[in-house]
C-alpha cells in the first residue's frame, strides 16, 4: 500500500491500522489524521520518512508508527468508508447485551421494602 493512500484513509477518518513494530509484534490500532476527530490543540506528532504519526484514537494520543511495518488499514468511519453489516450487527448485539447487564445491576443494587421491614 502506498504512503499517499494510507494518509488519504486517515484523512478522511478514523482508520483500523495493523502494523508490525521493530520486534515482530503486530499490533491493531483505532488511528486518524481527520481534523474532525483530533484534539483542539495544535500539537501534532511529526511524521518523517519512515514513520507516520497518527492520533491514536482509544487512547487519545499521538503515536509513530512504522511505514513499512503497515499490513494492513481498513477505514471504518469517513467518506469512501464501506458499510459493514457484520460490524453493525455486532454492536448491535453488544450493546443488547450491556442493557441487560445494567438491568440486571440495577435490580440488585436497589433493596426490596420487604429488606426494609
Given amino acids: 500500500m502506498k504512503k499517499r493512500d494510507i494518509i488519504t ?3 478522511n477518518g478514523i482508520g483500523e491500522v495493523t502494523y508490525t513494530d521493530e ?3 503486530e499490533h491493531s490500532i483505532m488511528a486518524t489524521l ?4 483530533l484534539p483542539d490543540e495544535d500539537s501534532s506528532g511529526e511524521s518523517s520518512g519512515l514513520m507516520l504519526s497518527v492520533f491514536n484514537v482509544n487512547s ?3 503515536q509513530l508508527i512504522p511505514f513499512g511495518g503497515i499490513i494492513d488499514i481498513e477505514q471504518l468511519t469517513g467518506h469512501g468508508a ?8 455486532s454492536s448491535i448485539e ?3 447485551q450491556l ?3 445494567a438491568e440486571d445491576s440495577d435490580e440488585e443494587s436497589e433493596p426490596d421494602s420487604e429488606d426494609l421491614e
Fill in 23 to 25: 520486534y515482530s509484534v
Fill in 99 to 101: 442493557e441487560l447487564f
Fill in 60 to 62: 487519545e494520543e499521538w
Fill in 9 to 11: 484513509i486517515l484523512q
Fill in 82 to 89: 464501506e458499510a459493514n453489516k457484520n460490524k453493525l450487527e
Fill in 94 to 96: 453488544y450493546m443488547k
Fill in 34 to 37: 481527520s481534523p474532525l476527530h
